[in-house]
């Protein structure tokens, strides 16, 4: 314990060293009004964390040619936020500093607004003016509402389509946009890019704000923000695929790999409408996870399912990360975590002390089962709940021990549209039904092919609805008396037709788990 304790240590002094940089104080901002000759707010505007009272704000400024010189030196910009549409009834005006230690983005945590309130925003430097975005605040915590809509997305790799699915997420009437991960792919897949990032794989902090800057240039996923604040969670891609808490695929030392993991942190908090960035002494921690009341209608959680959950179970010695298992005696070690203690044991107080009617648990993965059979066992996939049953046990049975219905968790990750039951026992008809999954396909990111598909529908009877072919994302409309879930879909490549179409509608009725074709 004492070496791994100093270790421990040690990589939080390297890290705090190495990164020290970029929480250095911000250099006195130019107060002189610029000429631009190209627009520094290219990456569009954001709002985010909706509260009762708050939002957070976020833009970046962006330097083209012959602008370049400029971003040397630290900035001011002003923010203003408007009770109209016309923006003629300003209620906030600040000038907010930046500079290049955090890519001159910029987070505004704007108080003091009024529930369930819409209002409008615009940042501007000099002559230039951002877009107008949208925002809307959280209702008291005690309101009574009748209604609460709810874009689910996840997976959006920019080489593998066009983000129609953002263009239909902008143009619906929602109170926010639920983004449970792969907002970025550090990777690349020749066989199915139809455009191409820039750049090879980003390990540094630099490349991962290039990669971001690629795709926060989308004029679909600009939109998608503009219209509506976001609700963020991160998965693997934003860091590496199928990364552990410290472990990568390749067994990568931990102590690069947690470097690797702060530049990408970093990247993520500049990109994002987020309240708070990395731990200033250790960069390689973010707290993200976190919790979410509207009104008396529901209570939302947003759980991290990758920084602190134990590494993959019976990993390949060569090729670690996700595959499939079998006779795996480790997948049955009640110490492996999917969340991490601390996450764990603040999910298990707070989701039994919740009151509200509707208990929303949205994280990354899929938890009902995908497991198939082969001739010596069941096959796991390592990387899904699946891969952690005990702690998903654990989970379910806080559900159980404190009596809890109308509990609804919504995923993402997979590529696949799902609609299951949950039971302490999967696909177990005498172990009774506890709660209810929806989990979205991605936003563009390939899902597995047919015969897959249709051998796992096949092997777990609790899937009432499994589909991985189609892109898109889940419209969750809540209300007193039900969650309705929406899947919006096109076909593969996105893009390749016009619009999303309605694949499938479920519905969990008020006391009743699991859900109900409709």
């Known amino acids: 314990m004492q070496r791994r304790q100093f270790n421990l240590c040690l990589q939080r002094s390297a890290l705090a060293l190495a990164l020290s940089p970029w929480f250095s104080a911000t250099a006195q901002p130019s107060s002189v009004g610029h000429k631009w000759h190209t627009s520094p707010f290219a990456l569009g505007v954001a709002s985010g964390r909706p509260r009762a009272d708050s939002v957070v704000l976020w833009t970046r400024l962006l330097f083209a040619e012959p602008d370049r010189a400029a971003a040397a030196q630290a900035w001011s910009v002003r923010v203003e936020v408007f009770a109209d549409a016309a923006l003629k009834r300003r209620v906030y005006r600040a000038e907010v500093a930046t500079d290049a230690n955090r890519a001159h983005s910029v987070h505004v945590h704007v108080t003091q607004l009024q529930p369930s309130t819409d209002y409008w925003y615009r940042f501007s430097q000099g002559d230039a003016h951002s877009t107008v975005g949208h925002t809307r605040t959280a209702p008291s915590r005690h309101a009574d509402v ?18 129609i699915a953002h263009e239909d997420i902008a143009k619906q009437a929602l109170d926010f946009v639920l983004f449970m991960g792969d907002y970025i792919y550090e990777n690349s897949n020749p066989q199915y890019a139809i455009r191409k990032h820039n750049g090879d794989e980003p390990k540094t902090l630099q490349a991962y704000r290039e990669r971001y800057e690629q795709y926060k240039r989308d004029p679909a996923l600009q939109a998608a923000h503009a219209a509506h604040p976001w609700v963020l969670m991160w998965d693997d891609h934003e860091v590496v695929n199928d990364y552990a808490n410290d472990q990568d695929r390749h067994y990568t030392d931990p102590t690069q790999m947690l470097l690797r993991r702060a530049a990408a942190y970093q990247a993520y908090f500049e990109h994002q409408p987020l309240l708070l960035g990395p731990d200033a002494h250790n960069p390689a921690n973010m707290r ?3 919790q979410l009341s509207w009104g008396k209608l529901a209570d939302v959680w947003t759980l991290d399912c990758r920084q602190y959950r134990s590494p993959q179970a019976c990993r390949d010695p060569v090729r670690g990360g996700g595959r499939m298992v079998v006779q795996c005696d480790e997948l049955n070690d009640a110490s492996r975590t999917m969340l991490g203690a601390e996450q764990e044991r603040w999910l298990t107080e707070s989701l039994s002390a919740s009151k509200r009617q509707w208990k929303l648990v949205a994280q990354a993965t899929q938890i009902s089962s995908t497991s198939v059979p082969t001739p010596v066992g069941r096959s796991y996939w390592n990387d899904a709940w699946d891969g952690y049953p005990e702690a998903r046990k654990r989970l379910l ?79 969750i409309t809540v209300t007193p008396k039900e969650v309705r879930c929406e899947f919006r ?10 619009g999303l179409k309605t694949q499938a509608s479920y519905v969990v009725k008020n006391g009743k788990a699991g859900p109900q074709l409709i």
Request: aromatic residues 6%.
């Open 489 to 498: 879909t096109t076909k593969f490549p996105a893009g390749s037709e016009a």
């Open 288 to 290: 993200l996870y976190d």
């Open 146 to 163: 009748p209604q609460l809509r709810i874009a689910l997305a996840s997976c959006q790799h920019y080489e593998q389509g066009q983000y």
């Open 397 to 475: 049975q806080t559900v159980v021990d404190a009596k809890l219905s109308n509990v609804v968790t919504l995923g993402g990750d997979v590529h696949c549209n799902v609609a299951a039951p949950l039971r302490l026992e999967p696909n177990n008809p005498a172990s009774p039904i506890i709660a209810s999954e929806f989990v979205t396909t991605s936003i563009t990111s390939r899902g597995l092919g047919d015969k897959a598909a249709a051998l796992i529908r096949e092997s777990n009877p609790d899937l009432l609805h499994y589909r991985s072919d189609e892109r898109g994302y889940s419209l």
